[in-house]
């Protein structure tokens, strides 16, 4: 996190309050920020949308640098999928920042229900600008396993005297079947 952003997020910290605990509640964040825009003033939707612009602008940087270091290591698979999410994440950025200009101007006018739809686009962008972010970190930590070999080492208390009752058996806790190479989650 940059010094600037750091000192903003300072200076709205008591404006935030009582906002956080909406986004400890639901893991996702979309429908807490969406339910949220019926009960925040302006002010709060404009320290929002310029603080959420921000974090976008962070991840749009951390994605590049992933993609620069994947060009570096010549690693095809990683620049192809890190390319997708940059892409994605430069259009949620430029869609946000167009919201946050057109969420001010409504806001100047009064018009509510047009400012309310451009809060929602921001809190939708930036969740799904998180999301865009965590598959890139992911792009490069699968390409960081490799197959080979796992040396496991068992410390074993000295107090513990083995033999046969206390030995495990492979056997015992094998399912019958391999578990997938990949976890749906």
């Known amino acids: 996190m940059s010094i600037r952003a750091a000192a903003y997020f300072g200076t709205f910290a008591l404006l935030f309050g009582a906002i956080g605990t909406a986004f400890a509640q639901d893991p996702s964040g979309i429908s807490s920020e969406l339910e949220r825009t019926a009960t925040t003033t302006p002010a709060e939707k404009v320290a929002y949308a310029e603080s959420s612009n921000n974090e976008i602008s962070d991840a749009v940087a951390t994605i590049t640098t992933l993609l620069d270091s994947a060009k570096k290591d010549a690693d095809v698979e990683a620049l192809q999928c890190l390319t997708s999410r940059l892409a994605s994440a430069r259009a949620l950025q430029q869609v946000s920042e167009g919201a946050e200009t057109a969420m001010k101007d409504a806001i100047s006018k009064g018009e509510t229900d047009r400012a309310d739809h451009e809060f929602r686009k921001i809190a939708v962008a930036v969740s799904k ?5 965590a598959e890139a970190q992911q792009c490069t930590a699968d390409q960081a396993t490799e197959d080979g ?37």
């Open 149 to 185: 070999i796992t040396n496991v080492t068992f410390f074993i208390d000295e107090d513990v005297e083995l033999d046969e009752e206390n030995a495990l058996d492979i056997d015992d806790i094998d399912i019958g079947f391999d578990p997938p190479d990949v976890s749906p989650f």
């Open 129 to 133: 600008t998180r999301s865009l972010l």
